[in-house]
């Protein structure tokens, strides 16, 4: 099973942020937080990884609890190319990497 | 450009004809893995390798087989396809480290009739 928990689906209106939750209650202190999307018909794309700390980059942003239990993915402003199924993982020595069904993020114009 | 490279795209075949589907990346990466996606059960990891003539089993290995020869190169190898193995495979590399990205290929759509 995925070490991760995530809700198969989430909406959101084009223009708003978006908050993209995920559990991951057994973390280990040395496991890195991945996100990863899929877009309709094209492989899995990365999105974004932490370790502890929040991270920012040109894509997205990554809220990371204080205990690392969970995370937060976070599109500050959803567009209709953000539809797509997002994937968060646990990546340590990249021998166990599962992926969960992840979420379906549907953009409404 | 930095990319996985997978061939073919489409691939339609028949029952018990051997095929193999290559997968090559141009990073340098010590780590490869197969992974095959069926509706409603997500990726699936088939096979993986963290570097040359290292290959481990995933969580759905049977049916199929893998070689890494090169670095560069992660062939999947169908020695006896069947129905059950129509899907949409991914090849992905990384570093091997945690903090590393993994890089996916566009896919292979397999059906075998």
């Known amino acids: 099973d995925a070490k991760t928990t995530q809700p198969n689906s989430m909406e959101s209106n084009e223009e708003e942020p978006v908050h993209l939750p995920c559990n991951h209650s057994t973390i280990s202190g040395t496991d890195y937080i991945h996100w990863y999307r899929q877009l309709p018909s094209q492989g899995p ?4 990884h932490g370790l502890t700390s929040n991270v920012n980059n040109r894509m997205a942003s990554l809220a990371i609890a204080e205990d690392r239990k969970s995370s937060t993915l976070i599109l500050h402003r959803a567009t209709l190319r953000d539809a797509a199924v997002y994937y968060c993982i646990l990546l340590y020595n990249n021998n166990d990497m599962r992926f969960g069904a992840g979420t379906r993020l549907t953009v409404k114009p | ?3 996985v490279t ?3 795209r489409y691939l339609i075949t028949v029952t018990g004809k051997k095929l193999t589907v290559t997968c090559s990346q141009n990073m340098n990466h010590e780590y490869m893995s197969w992974y095959r996606q069926d509706p409603g059960l997500g990726l699936r990891q088939i096979y993986y390798s963290m570097n040359v003539e290292v290959t481990d ?4 290995p049977e049916g199929y087989k893998v070689s890494r020869k090169e670095k560069r190169n992660f062939p999947l190898i169908l020695e ?3 129905p059950n193995q129509t899907s949409l495979y991914f090849c992905a590399s990384s570093l091997l480290r945690g903090n590393s990205p993994l890089h996916f290929g566009n896919g292979t759509r397999l059906t075998v009739t």
């Open chain 1, 45 to 48: 794309e990365y999105v974004i």
């Open chain 2, 1 to 3: 450009e930095a990319q």
């Open chain 2, 6 to 8: 997978q061939n073919p």
């Open chain 2, 57 to 60: 089993k995933g969580d759905v």
């Open chain 2, 80 to 82: 006896s396809p069947s």
